[in-house]
């Protein structure tokens, strides 16, 4: 027997219609390429989504068929969001960051059919085109139907192209299970990794992120997700305001621009924002340069690095706001926990003391369970002393990696990579990572692929290279050499060899040359040992 409740569908589309029915008049306002400040409501975005449907209709785009968007945060990206999705298709958002060999990876990866880019990201795709195997259309973002004048005959403008189509459309009966968004991630080595999320683990997702103890998010909201929406669905906001019917501030390709962002909140009203702290730093410099207070910004959600203390005071103290420090991952959809105080006993604690544990990643949210363990797959008990790897299980964390049967989940947990503590309250506070990566500004550099590239030069043995603090962009590489022939090489030397190989940010910020890397038992270079030597370097 089974419980007698309706076996509804959690889809993507249930929220689209719960939005158009229940807040239609909700305002999004977007910068674009072609716009300053485009206006519209949520009812006009869901009705453009119908003209997307119907438009990926006539070129036969089937249930399960990868559309791919190289795209910043705006109203026609959120069209493509729920126009893609909720037609059947999946909806592949692309970072524009990359270099363009895994741009060219990703999208052959993921036989997309359709690119839809904007206006300038054209140069990027025009330089993979020819090695895109299954694009059978490039669509720019754009009213301008001159930025295609030349670019061949696959090449069409999104305004041109969906105009003729009906605002309306039949939406198909979808399984909740269903793929919707696919979003790659490099935050693991190798190359880039799909994680291709449900209808059923995006709903559950934007149900649990509103939740009061997660992001709050209310009618009275005005969002404006600086997080860009090719990184985790924007952290799911997009699915967030149309669920909840909140405004929508969408600051297009100004996600880092402090003076813009500043405006939008003060203009617009906006009450919550996310992103990671690079930005609020640069946010508050320009806040403290100019004297402003904004006092509209109730709500401050930070993630994808630890939120730096000085930071954390500045926002919390001299701008009145909660900071809600949340932790995820692309596997995650992303969210997993959040920090939120409780009211009762650590109320009572010391400041400094009660400081530290805001500062911790926080607890996991409803849907998220939290197991650490040791290298021998040991529980390690929750004592905020033993550190372990943290694992995670739960309704939108990934089970498989699109296209890649060779990667699996141990025993039902993600092995998220992570390094942590989790002391008796349940707040889990990160303290290393096992994967070898580095977060610059939000985005993953792969230290593999600078080491590989590296280790291509004639006069380079051993080369390794690691995170180091950052006060803008949290992390930055440094790369260690060993043991080079010939005469030293000079940074200069190093950076004319690995330009074009890596992308330009990825670029190392300087270079410390070794007698020996150190290396484990197992062969592998040293990194932990290598971090311990470097704790205390400084660019
Ligand atoms: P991504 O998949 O790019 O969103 O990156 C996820 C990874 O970013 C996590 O596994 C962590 O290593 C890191 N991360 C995300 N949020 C935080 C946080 N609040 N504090 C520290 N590291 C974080």
Not at 238 to 252: F, I, N
Request: net charge negative; charged share 20%; aromatic share 8%.
């Amino acid at each position: 027997m089974i419980g007698s409740m309706m076996n509804y569908q959690l889809t993507l589309t249930s929220i689209m219609q719960h939005g158009k029915q229940i807040n239609p008049n909700k305002e999004v306002v977007s910068i674009t390429s072609d716009h300053d400040h485009h206006r519209c409501t949520l009812s006009d975005i869901f009705e453009r989504s119908a003209q997307v449907a119907n438009l990926l209709k006539s070129h036969n785009i089937e249930k399960g068929d990868r559309i791919a968007t190289l795209a910043w945060n705006d109203f026609r990206h959120m069209e493509l969001y729920y126009g893609i999705s909720c037609s059947g298709a999946v909806c592949h958002t692309i970072n524009p960051r990359l270099h363009p060999d895994q741009v060219n990876f990703i999208i052959n990866d993921a036989s997309d059919k359709i690119v839809f880019l904007d206006v300038m990201f054209i140069d990027l795709v025009k330089a993979v085109e020819a090695e895109l195997t299954s694009v059978k259309r490039f669509i720019v973002l754009t009213s301008d139907v001159s930025v295609v004048e030349h670019l061949g005959e696959k090449w069409s403008t999104y305004e041109d192209d969906i105009s003729i189509y009906s605002k309306e459309h039949d939406w198909p009966e979808l399984n909740e299970n269903d793929p919707c968004q696919l979003c790659y991630t490099s935050g693991t080595t190798g190359n880039p990794k799909g994680v291709q999320y449900s209808h059923r683990s995006l709903v559950l997702h934007t149900m649990a992120a509103i939740a009061p103890d997660a992001f709050s998010i209310g009618k009275n909201d005005c969002i404006l997700p600086v997080v860009p929406m090719f990184h985790v669905n924007a952290w799911g906001i997009p699915y967030m305001a149309a669920m909840a019917g909140c405004k929508l501030v969408l600051a297009g390709s100004k996600v880092a621009d402090p003076t813009v962002l500043s405006r939008l909140i003060q203009n617009e009203g906006v009450t919550l924002a996310a992103g990671v702290p690079t930005v609020w730093n640069l946010l508050a410099q320009h806040l403290q340069e100019n004297d402003i207070s904004l006092t509209g910004l109730k709500k401050l959600v930070v993630g994808g690095t630890a939120m730096p203390p000085h930071l954390y005071r500045y926002f919390q103290n001299d701008q009145n706001m909660a900071i809600i420090h949340a932790w995820g991952m692309t596997e995650m959809s992303p969210l997993g926990t959040i920090n939120h105080i409780q009211a009762d006993e650590m109320q009572a604690w010391d400041d400094e003391v009660l400081f530290e544990q805001k500062l911790k990643q926080g607890m996991p949210v409803y849907g998220i369970e939290l197991k650490l363990v040791n290298d021998d797959g040991q529980e390690v008990p929750w004592d905020g002393k033993e550190s372990g790897n943290l694992l995670v299980r739960g309704p939108w964390v990934v089970d498989k990696y699109f296209n890649r049967p060779d990667v699996e989940n141990k025993n039902g947990w993600f092995d998220t990579g992570d390094v942590s503590v989790i002391d008796q309250y349940g707040y889990m506070k990160i303290t290393d990572r096992s994967k070898d990566v580095i977060k610059s500004g939000g985005e993953w550099i792969s230290s593999v692929d600078i080491e590989n590239a590296m280790m291509s030069h004639p006069d380079v043995s051993l080369a390794a290279v690691i995170g180091i603090e950052h006060h803008k962009w949290d992390e930055r590489p440094l790369l260690i050499i060993e043991n080079h022939r010939g005469e030293a090489l000079s940074h200069e030397d190093i950076v004319t060899f690995l330009t074009g190989k890596i992308a330009k940010w990825w670029m190392p910020d300087a270079i410390e040359y070794v007698e020996h890397i150190p290396m484990t038992a197992t062969g592998k270079m040293h990194k932990l040992k290598l971090r311990e030597k470097f704790e205390q370097y400084s660019f």
